[in-house]
């Protein structure tokens, strides 16, 4: 037997649990989303629930409304219960004929079908065990125990390919140690670069007068950024993004906010640069971070909260969260740091003042992200975006933590953290 294959049979588990019917429980957020749950509850101040497999929570003044409905009692058929006592006491034909007559009474049985799954691996019926692992997962795609078998399955063929994507999928949908760890035994050392796409990265366009100099300064400039961030977030735009340099329109310099404050990304990128003769350093911020923004918005079709775009932003662009931390500090002693679920959406209409509170919070809560779960925690959350999750689901999905968790860990940094600066030997 393999090495591999040997660590994949060792490491199978027996502790699948029952899936309940979704939608039990529609819960309605103060600014308009709605969740659908399989169950909710109230613990305290928190709202608790349960969806495909995975349990959150979200603070009470963040709920609307909760539409509780009648949850049937979750399956217990005892042939499926008998059957992992089987498995796990190494008897797989006897489980397997267990797991067999459940599925007679109940052809879609997810449960029972992953128990078949796991007794015929046990007994080296690979092929078999594909089929039925498949079957699984089309009954249910979003089952991240399911996805986790069939990367078993994958595993054990030798098929690193797809089992790489069936473990991202299930922890996707799941965080779990262990499928994190077979996720590392079958993924490639490193990532293989990406093939050359055909025709141009970027698209400059000019309002009010063309400035070729400046226009080949910018795509140089971009093209090394594209690169760079394509490297660190493991993925790039499938289109060209289109640059729009506005010589009819004045400079950020001087306007008293954030720099990159004044360049507007709706996918293409606007930079004002009247009075630009050529690329200076708050133009090249202000495309880093503008750059960086494309990435986010190709990859998760803008389903990000303002507070990560921004953050992520910043972070590529180069920001300083440390200074952004120490000025927060005095907040979070008082208690008075803003909610990043208030932050979800544009920062239009804010003032001056405001505007600069919510950018310095969000890079100093993705310097967090990055504190507690490193660049692969950005990655993760960024995928987790892509395949639609609502944040209160991506964060505890990608990090680990709920959303209060991790509001609650980056709030107690940030109450000495200009302390920690201040003690913090010179550079």
């Not at 997810?110 to 078999?128: I, K, R, Y």
Request: glycine share 8%; hydrophobic share 40%.
């Amino acid at each position: 037997m393999p090495p591999l294959r040997a660590r994949v049979f060792a490491a199978m588990t027996l502790a699948g649990s029952l899936s309940a019917p979704a939608g039990a429980d529609t819960i309605t957020l103060v600014n308009g989303r709605v969740i659908e749950a399989d169950r909710s509850w109230w613990e305290g101040s928190q709202l608790r629930y349960e969806k495909d497999g995975g349990v959150y929570g979200l603070p009470r003044n963040l709920v609307k409304h909760v539409d509780q409905k009648a949850l049937p009692e979750p399956a217990s058929d005892p042939d499926i219960l008998t059957g992992r006592e089987r498995l796990a006491a190494h008897e797989p034909v006897e489980a397997a004929r267990l797991f067999k007559l459940a599925l007679r009474r109940d052809p879609q049985s997810v449960p029972a079908l992953q128990g078949l799954a796991e007794a015929q691996l046990a007994q080296g019926e690979v092929q078999v065990a594909r089929e039925t692992a498949e079957r699984a997962v089309r009954l249910d795609d979003r089952n991240a125990r399911s996805r986790a078998l069939l990367g078993d399955v994958y595993a054990i063929l030798g098929d690193r390919a797809r089992a790489e994507e069936q473990y991202g999928r299930s922890l996707l949908l799941r965080p779990d140690p262990e499928v994190r760890r077979k996720l590392g035994e079958v993924a490639p050392a490193t990532t293989p670069p990406s093939p050359a796409r055909a025709g141009p990265l970027f698209r400059v366009k000019y309002e009010g007068g063309a400035n070729e100099t400046l226009g080949m300064a910018v795509v140089r400039a971009l093209t090394e950024t594209h690169a760079e961030y394509g490297t660190k977030l493991g993925f790039s735009p499938e289109e060209p993004v289109t640059v729009v340099l506005q010589a009819t329109t004045a400079s950020f310099a001087g306007t008293g906010g954030p720099g990159w404050a004044n360049g507007l990304n709706d996918g293409t990128i606007r930079v004002p640069a009247l009075g630009v003769e050529q690329l200076t350093p708050e133009l090249l911020r202000v495309l880093r971070h503008e750059l960086a923004h494309s990435f986010v918005a190709s990859r998760t079709a803008n389903n990000c909260p303002t507070w990560l775009q921004e953050g992520i932003a910043q972070w590529l662009e180069g920001g300083d969260p440390n200074r952004e931390d120490a000025g927060l500090a005095p907040r979070a002693r008082a208690g008075r740091v803003t909610n990043l679920l208030t932050l979800e959406s544009p920062f239009r209409g804010l003032s001056e003042e405001e505007a600069g509170q919510a950018y310095a919070l969000s890079l100093s809560a993705v310097a967090h992200i990055l504190r507690k779960r490193g660049e692969s925690g950005i990655v993760r959350l960024i995928a987790a975006l892509s395949d639609r999750l609502p944040s209160e689901e991506a964060l505890p999905v990608a990090l680990a933590l709920s959303y209060p968790e991790f509001q609650k860990s980056w709030e107690e940094y940030l109450r000495t953290a200009d302390r920690a600066a201040a003690n913090a030997p010179p550079r």
